[in-house]
């Protein structure tokens, strides 16, 4: 066994994601093209990358709602697309929008997940209260969407993740919609929120402040999904310096800065 295989080996006893070797394609398109990372448990890791580099591409597999062409994904020793079944309850995604149901309050479409996995209403609108609080929320229980602002819907559609305790937590650009500052305090509270319950999350964005703000670990993708850069980002905390060495890492990495990026 060459020390690359031992290495990935032992790295895959403690994931939640593993992917090896990955390929997607759409007609002659190769989206994905040789893939392979893992997310170990507790970590929170955010897949940085341009339009059009498969980010969604890569969570959907991930999701198991697409079906990689090779290679092997797993998610908490399951094969997602194969295993759909397995992982229900285990994983939550929150999206860019917060497809929230127009007709529900805000504690109605937070219990919503708890609902379809079978809670029953007394338990599940207690812990849908909880999550609620969870991302600051509380009070807001009994509001409309179309009487929340955007950040405090996105709030919502974080709070019906988190409300069914799922091992996994995948998010696809929730915090790229919203203005700076709103996106920045989401960040905070939701990372607080996800630290303090230890949950493993993979964080698909095309910010670059998402990954310094939020990851443990950032994985930048070029084209084709290739792995530009991998690096921890525990030093990007530190201080101004190491975030700004660190940005500019990133930012080569993706050959250029940002235009959406905060000053
Ligand atoms: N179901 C599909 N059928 C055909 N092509 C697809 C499909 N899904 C994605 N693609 C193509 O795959 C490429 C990668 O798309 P993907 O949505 O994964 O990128 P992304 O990194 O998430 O981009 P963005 O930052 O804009 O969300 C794009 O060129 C897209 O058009
Ligand atoms: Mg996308």
């Not at 921890?232 to 060495?245: F, I």
């Amino acid at each position: 066994m060459t020390m690359q295989a031992s290495t990935n080996q032992a790295a895959a006893a403690d994931s939640v994601i593993s992917l090896r070797g990955v390929r997607k394609q759409f007609g002659s398109h190769r989206v994905v093209d040789d893939l392979s990372f893992d997310v170990r448990r507790g970590e929170i890791v955010t897949l940085l990358g341009r339009t059009g580099a498969g980010k969604t591409t890569v969570l959907n597999m991930i999701m198991g709602t697409t079906r990689a062409d090779a290679g092997a994904v797993q998610v908490a020793g399951f094969d997602p697309f194969k295993q759909f079944e397995a992982l229900k309850g285990r994983l939550a995604v929150a999206f860019q929008t917060d497809r929230l149901l127009p007709w529900r309050t805000a504690v109605q479409n937070a219990e919503l997940g708890l609902l379809i996995l079978g809670e029953g209403r007394d338990s599940a609108r207690a812990k849908a209260i909880a999550a609620l609080a969870s991302v600051n929320l509380a009070g807001a229980e009994d509001k409309y969407p179309h009487e929340l602002s955007g950040g405090m819907r996105q709030r919502v559609s974080l709070a019906r993740a988190l409300a069914v305790d799922p091992e996994l937590i995948l998010l696809d650009e929730s915090f790229s919609q919203l203005d700076h500052v709103t996106s920045r305090t989401l960040r905070q509270d939701f990372c607080k929120v996800a630290r303090e319950s230890r949950k493993t999350c993979l964080i698909v964005t095309h910010r670059i402040d998402d990954a310094l703000e939020m990851a443990d670990r950032v994985i930048v993708l070029g084209p084709g999904a290739e792995i530009m850069l991998e690096m921890p980002l525990a030093e990007a905390r530190v201080d101004e310096a190491s975030r700004d060495r660190c940005r500019a890492q990133i930012e080569a990495a993706l050959g250029g800065k940002d235009d959406d990026e905060e000053a």
